[in-house]
T-cell receptor, first 113, second 115 residues
Framework: DQQVKQNSPSLSVQEGRISILNCDYTNSMFDYFLWYKKYPAEGPTFLISISSIKDKNEDGRFTVFLNKSAKHLSLHIVPSQPGDSAVYFCAARSTGTASKLTFGTGTRLQVTL | DTGVSQDPRHKITKRGQNVTFRCDPISEHNRLYWYRQTLGQGPEFLTYFQNEAQLEKSRLLSDRFSAERPKGSFSTLEIQRTEQGDSAMYLC?????????????FGPGTRLTVL
């Protein structure tokens, strides 16, 4: 039962263009969402988050959008840089289990020159 | 930079052997989590501690798995009688309860290979 889904296993984008990574969830109890970036041989690194009371959060080149009615969130990276090439995980947390994160399967982003 | 550290980074063992991993969280963090990640999947929650108390365990954590955080600082995860299906990356994370939304910060992981 995959409660957090990232349906695109990979994405290739040219340097300078926008990268859009998508995430869908099924559990309506989720109230906080996070994006993590992971390089090979390293643990996931926290990138940006959003509470369910908001629909947008921005941090530099990174913006996360949340559409609660569609149970969908997306991460926009603009402009994309070669150093952004990594695996990106969407994660969610519910009010009832304020500790546990439920992760998607990840999207591998490749930013090409 | 005193982030989350894990030891060892890699462990190769034979089926049936016991293994123990250690996690040192960020020093002021009172919550510590263990996750497991297999190839092509995202991290899956195993268990978490608040200070020294183990507050939640996943059904993934079979009887062969045990975790401790004896003094509320470092934690150990032991797997007894390892099986080939235990091969995975074991990730530790920590967070500080009461600050913001308690983002979890991950260590580099311990990669376990069971032969």
């Amino acid at each position: 039962d995959q409660q957090v889904k990232q349906n695109s296993p990979s994405l290739s984008v040219q340097e300078g263009r926008i990268s859009i990574l998508n995430c869908d969830y099924t559990n309506s109890m989720f109230d906080y969402f996070l994006w993590y970036k992971k390089y090979p041989a390293e643990g996931p690194t926290f990138l940006i988050s959003i509470s369910s009371i908001k629909d947008k959060n921005e941090d530099g080149r990174f913006t996360v959008f949340l559409n609660k009615s569609a149970k969908h969130l997306s991460l926009h990276i603009v402009p994309s840089q070669p150093g952004d090439s990594a695996v990106y995980f969407c994660a969610a947390r519910s009010t009832g289990t304020a500790s546990k994160l439920t992760f998607g399967t990840g999207t591998r982003l490749q930013v090409t020159l | 930079d005193t982030g989350v550290s894990q030891d060892p980074r890699h462990k190769i063992t034979k089926r049936g052997q016991n293994v123990t991993f250690r996690c040192d969280p960020i020093s002021e963090h009172n919550r510590l989590y263990w996750y497991r990640q297999t190839l092509g999947q995202g991290p899956e929650f195993l268990t978490y501690f608040q200070n020294e108390a183990q507050l939640e365990k996943s059904r993934l954590l079979s009887d062969r798995f045990s975790a401790e955080r004896p003094k509320g600082s470092f934690s150990t995860l032991e797997i007894q009688r390892t099986e080939q299906g235990d091969s995975a990356m074991y990730l530790c994370a920590s967070s500080l309860l009461g600050v913001g939304y308690n983002e979890q910060f991950f260590g580099p992981g311990t990669r376990l290979t069971v032969l």
